[in-house]
T-cell receptor, first 111, second 116 residues
Framework: AQSVTQLGSHVSVSEGALVLLRCNYSSSVPPYLFWYVQYPNQGLQLLLKYTSAATLVKGINGFEAEFKKSETSFHLTKPSAHMSDAAEYFC?????????FGPGTRLSVLP | DTGVSQDPRHKITKRGQNVTFRCDPISEHNRLYWYRQTLGQGPEFLTYFQNEAQLEKSRLLSDRFSAERPKGSFSTLEIQRTEQGDSAMYLCASILAGASNTGELFFGEGSRLTVL
């Protein structure tokens, strides 16, 4: 079975500061991992995905994530936060045909 | 590619009424998923279809919930005798499932249900 934990339900950063959103997973098979972003009253949009190629994955809007098997982690980072990054972020793991999502982290960006 | 579309976007109903949501996936996608998302939570899996066949259902999908995908294209999710606990965002997602298992889900905008 697969599961995802996201440490920190709410993260606040100042504009221009580093963004770090944490994700740890549990999977009985080699995982495929995803980060999605959700803006209010909208669906989820893919930021990036890990599919067993490069461990450092670059996504849209300047985000990237690093897969660390030894730590079972897939943390999301962005060097410099922008006001438009304020949203809900979800980490997900695919095992077989199902996708399991974490509880999400709400990112606030302060001016 | 017009994306995944869901209708209606918002539905307010009284407890005990039936509601139906529709999802039109990306046209070439053969697999369709339904998720439920409550406030401050991540999406929870409800069910998925491969073409017209419903292959898996979550225990969250009580007998008041039924989903169909009759021709392997659009899908409907019906909730009978709605309860206040059914208030949530219902998300539909689709994917082209094939030899490659690295694909991601494409989500619609969701249908928000409020049960009074």
């Amino acid at each position: 079975a697969q599961s995802v934990t996201q440490l920190g339900s709410h993260v606040s950063v100042s504009e221009g500061a580093l963004v770090l959103l944490r994700c740890n997973y549990s999977s009985s098979v080699p995982p495929y991992l995803f980060w999605y972003v959700q803006y209010p009253n909208q669906g989820l949009q893919l930021l990036l995905k890990y599919t067993s190629a490069a461990t450092l994955v670059k996504g849209i809007n300047g985000f990237e994530a690093e897969f660390k098997k030894s730590e079972t982690s897939f943390h999301l980072t962005k060097p410099s936060a922008h006001m438009s990054d304020a949203a809900e972020y979800f980490c997900a793991v695919r095992g077989g045909q199902n996708f399991v999502f974490g509880p999400g982290t709400r990112l606030s960006v302060l001016p | 590619d017009t994306g995944v579309s869901q209708d209606p976007r918002h539905k307010i109903t009284k407890r005990g009424q039936n509601v139906t949501f529709r999802c039109d996936p990306i046209s070439e996608h053969n697999r369709l998923y339904w998720y439920r998302q409550t406030l401050g939570q991540g999406p929870e899996f409800l069910t998925y279809f491969q073409n017209e066949a419903q292959l898996e259902k979550s225990r969250l999908l009580s007998d008041r919930f039924s989903a169909e995908r009759p021709k392997g294209s659009f899908s409907t999710l019906e909730i009978q005798r709605t309860e206040q606990g059914d208030s949530a965002m219902y998300l539909c997602a689709s994917i082209l499932a094939g030899a490659s298992n690295t694909g991601e889900l494409f989500f619609g905008e969701g249908s928000r249900l409020t049960v009074l």
